[in-house]
């Protein structure tokens, strides 16, 4: 059963009626701007990988928990559910251990067919022949396969297959939609191993381009020359829809973990990743500045002060060389659009793994906050906004069995706007637990000044 405990806003598109809570519901706000309004018992199904859309087309956007072995990263279980935790579907076997993840899984949920439903789509791993795998630790690429990788189109209602098609077989890692054969929707994908290689595929599941270089964790992608065709860039380089490199620099053993892609009001197109420092480039390649980092893991845009149109925050996870530990912190920063350092916080000692996300907290037309999560072992998710003041802290729920082993698991967060009042809620998701909070502040509606009453007459 789902803990269903509160519904603070109107769902306009419900259609059924949900049975009456069972129990009163418990208090469970820590601070009065925020509401808990979901904490759902993930059981056995719990995941770190959460992907959103409407799964079974009703208009209330749905949750999808994907399970693997953590070392393989072989995708064993999807479950998709509502947003009250009510079980859609379930496809392959949940286990209470496969919830862990380490890196991006490739899992999307798309209107693949365009008949106006949402499918879901994963890939499936070819067989790594070779070299034997422990088991255990993580296994990244193969000196050999045994065929190909397949990519799989679910049914978004039923979780039922629709239909398949082959992938190169290293292509396992994570993919994009995108629109490489300017078709005007983003139906063309692309899709890549760990590091090493990138594939362009068209929607008909053709290869139409491959890139070999340092690829990094996922790639942005924008049409920065205006083509109506998207560009992939992976921070050491710019690859066009036909798969050519427009600028590429020597990456040596590093790749990028963070990547952005952002027209900025000027109109001009930039282009941001970190590595072990910031960058900043445009589209031709040339450096508009750099900001030395010891490891920029994250880096995102957004409106989160009025005094300039767009800044960016970023976290560097190593200010302190060479520490990993349950002492060693990050620090958060925040720049201006020509890498002015507007402010820096420390975060807190055990936060060294600290990742960020934009969060649109106050409304599509307000500033933005900046959601910090991994945090520490057990540690609140905390909102920021863009004065570098914490204004929310949004602790992790778990259904009323679960041991303190179980609290201590570690945690996701993202943010979405799932009940359509152009404020992101905030999702908190990990193996032992998932729950959704919401801004309970006033949404800021400018007054209808001159109202008046005429029934008519
Ligand atoms: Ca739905
Ligand atoms: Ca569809
Ligand atoms: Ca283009
Ligand atoms: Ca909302």
Request: charged share 25%; with cysteine; glycine share 8%.
């Given at each position: 059963?789902?803990?269903?405990?509160l519904v603070v806003l109107a769902?306009?598109?419900?259609?059924?009626?949900?049975?009456?809570?069972?129990?009163?519901?418990?208090?469970?706000?820590?601070?009065?701007?925020?509401r808990l309004i979901?904490?759902?018992?993930?059981?056995?199904?719990?995941?770190?990988?959460?992907?959103?859309?409407?799964?079974?087309?009703?208009?209330?956007?749905?949750?999808?928990?994907?399970?693997?072995?953590?070392?393989?990263?072989?995708?064993?279980?999807?479950?998709?559910?509502?947003?009250?935790?009510?079980?859609?579907?379930?496809?392959?076997?949940?286990?209470?251990?496969?919830?862990?993840?380490?890196?991006?899984?490739?899992?999307?949920?798309?209107?693949?067919?365009?008949?106006?439903?949402?499918?879901?789509?994963?890939?499936?791993?070819?067989?790594?022949?070779?070299?034997?795998?422990?088991?255990?630790?993580?296994?990244?690429?193969?000196?050999?396969?045994?065929?190909?990788?397949?990519?799989?189109?679910?049914?978004?209602?039923?979780?039922?297959?629709?239909?398949?098609?082959?992938?190169?077989?290293?292509?396992?890692?994570?993919?994009?939609?995108?629109?490489?054969?300017?078709?005007?929707?983003?139906?063309?994908?692309?899709?890549?191993?760990?590091?090493?290689?990138?594939?362009?595929?068209?929607?008909?599941?053709?290869?139409?381009?491959?890139?070999?270089?340092?690829?990094?964790?996922?790639?942005?992608?924008?049409?920065?020359?205006?083509?109506?065709?998207?560009?992939?860039?992976?921070?050491?380089?710019?690859?066009?829809?036909?798969?050519?490199?427009?600028?590429?620099?020597?990456?040596?053993?590093?790749?990028?973990?963070?990547?952005?892609?952002?027209?900025?009001?000027?109109?001009?197109?930039?282009?941001?990743?970190?590595?072990?420092?910031?960058?900043?480039?445009?589209?031709?390649?040339?450096?508009?500045?750099?900001?030395?980092?010891?490891?920029?893991?994250?880096?995102?845009?957004?409106?989160?002060?009025?005094?300039?149109?767009?800044?960016?925050?970023?976290?560097?996870?190593?200010?302190?060389?060479?520490?990993?530990?349950?002492?060693?912190?990050?620090?958060?920063?925040?720049?201006?659009?020509?890498?002015?350092?507007?402010?820096?916080?420390?975060?807190?000692?055990?936060?060294?793994?600290?990742?960020?996300?934009?969060?649109?907290?106050?409304?599509?037309?307000?500033?933005?906050?900046?959601?910090?999560?991994?945090?520490?072992?057990?540690?609140?998710?905390?909102?920021?906004?863009?004065?570098?003041?914490?204004?929310?802290?949004?602790?992790?729920?778990?259904?009323?069995?679960?041991?303190?082993?179980?609290?201590?698991?570690?945690?996701?967060?993202?943010?979405?706007?799932?009940w359509?009042?152009?404020?992101?809620?905030?999702?908190?998701?990990?193996?032992?637990?998932?729950?959704?909070?919401a801004n309970t502040?006033?949404?800021?509606?400018?007054?209808?000044?001159?109202?008046?009453?005429?029934?008519?007459?």
């Amino acid at each position: 059963m789902s803990h269903w405990l509160l519904v603070v806003l109107a769902m306009g598109t419900a259609a059924t009626a949900d049975p009456p809570p069972t129990e009163p519901a418990a208090d469970l706000t820590p601070t009065s701007s925020v509401r808990l309004i979901a904490n759902i018992d993930v059981k056995d199904f719990g995941a770190e990988t959460l992907r959103i859309g409407d799964l079974n087309a009703d208009g209330e956007p749905d949750l999808l928990l994907v399970q693997c072995v953590y070392g393989s990263r072989q995708i064993t279980c999807l479950t998709a559910l509502s947003l009250r935790g009510d079980v859609l579907w379930q496809s392959g076997q949940p286990s209470a251990d496969n919830g862990r993840i380490y890196s991006d899984l490739p899992v999307q949920i798309y209107d693949w067919d365009a008949d106006g439903h949402n499918d879901v789509l994963y890939v499936r791993q070819a067989k790594y022949v070779s070299p034997a795998w422990d088991g255990k630790s993580p296994r990244e690429r193969a000196d050999e396969y045994e065929g190909p990788a397949v990519m799989v189109v679910l049914d978004g209602e039923t979780g039922r297959e629709k239909s398949h098609f082959d992938l190169p077989a290293p292509a396992d890692d994570s993919f994009l939609f995108a629109d490489l054969t300017g078709q005007g929707r983003r139906q063309d994908l692309v899709v890549k191993d760990r590091y090493w290689n990138m594939w362009g595929i068209s929607h008909e599941g053709q290869e139409l381009w491959r890139y070999t270089g340092s690829t990094g964790h996922y790639p942005a992608i924008g049409d920065v020359d205006d083509d109506g065709r998207d560009e992939v860039f992976v921070g050491f380089a710019l690859v066009d829809d036909e798969g050519k490199v427009l600028f590429q620099k020597d990456a040596a053993d590093a790749h990028q973990d963070a990547c952005w892609i952002l027209r900025a009001p000027d109109g001009k197109w930039r282009l941001l990743f970190g590595n072990s420092g910031l960058h900043c480039l445009m589209p031709d390649g040339t450096e508009l500045w750099s900001r030395e980092l010891r490891e920029a893991q994250h880096v995102v845009a957004g409106r989160f002060r009025l005094d300039s149109a767009l800044q960016l925050a970023a976290v560097d996870r190593r200010p302190v060389p060479g520490r990993r530990n349950a002492s060693a912190w990050s620090m958060l920063y925040l720049y201006d659009l020509e890498g002015r350092e507007i402010w820096r916080r420390q975060q807190e000692p055990g936060s060294w793994a600290s990742a960020i996300v934009p969060v649109h907290w106050s409304g599509s037309s307000e500033l933005d906050s900046i959601l910090v999560y991994d945090r520490g072992t057990g540690r609140p998710v905390v909102l920021y906004n863009g004065q570098g003041e914490i204004t929310d802290t949004l602790a992790m729920q778990y259904a009323p069995y679960r041991t303190e082993t179980d609290r201590q698991a570690h945690f996701c967060a993202i943010a979405a706007d799932v009940w359509g009042d152009c404020r992101d809620e905030i999702l908190i998701f990990g193996p032992r637990g998932l729950c959704i909070y919401a801004n309970t502040r006033s949404l800021l509606v400018p007054t209808l000044y001159n109202e008046t009453l005429y029934p008519g007459m």
